[in-house]
């Protein structure tokens, strides 16, 4: 995975979700979505823009290139692998979603694709172990 920080694989990752919800992003949606304030926004999205993975058009709408559309799939397909996987083992949606959102950052890609093979093999069988 391209080395980039926490907050940028958030904001890359809310775009992502934002543009697979409504199709059209803008600051102000990014903004309401991690619940951060428009000025923060838009310093992040400058950054975003010198580093070469996003775009803004001349009407204010955020495209994501292709390195921040890479970072934004495998962040936001650890996000919902590991949450899904905690649902699967009893956790309540809302508290699986926060403890992904935490692990996704932090999690190697060889840690990760070593438990998405579990995760699905497991899912696979049926249903958690219970001891």
């Not at 102000?28 to 580093?51: C, G, H, T």
């Amino acid at each position: 995975m391209l080395h980039v920080f926490e907050s940028a694989e958030d904001y890359l990752e809310a775009i992502l979700v934002i543009q697979k919800r409504r199709g059209a992003v803008r600051s102000i949606d990014v903004a309401n979505e991690l619940n951060f304030s428009k000025p923060s926004v838009s310093v992040a999205m400058k950054k975003l823009r010198e580093r070469g993975h996003i775009e803004m058009d001349p009407d204010g709408f955020i495209h994501l290139l292709p390195s921040g559309e890479q970072i934004a799939g495998q962040i936001y397909e650890r996000h919902q692998m590991l949450t899904d996987f905690f649902v699967y083992l009893g956790v309540d949606e809302e508290t699986a979603a926060a403890d992904a959102c935490k692990i996704e950052h932090d999690v190697s890609g060889e840690t990760f694709r070593r438990l998405k093979a579990h995760i699905l093999q497991t899912m696979d069988r049926g249903g958690p172990q219970e001891k």
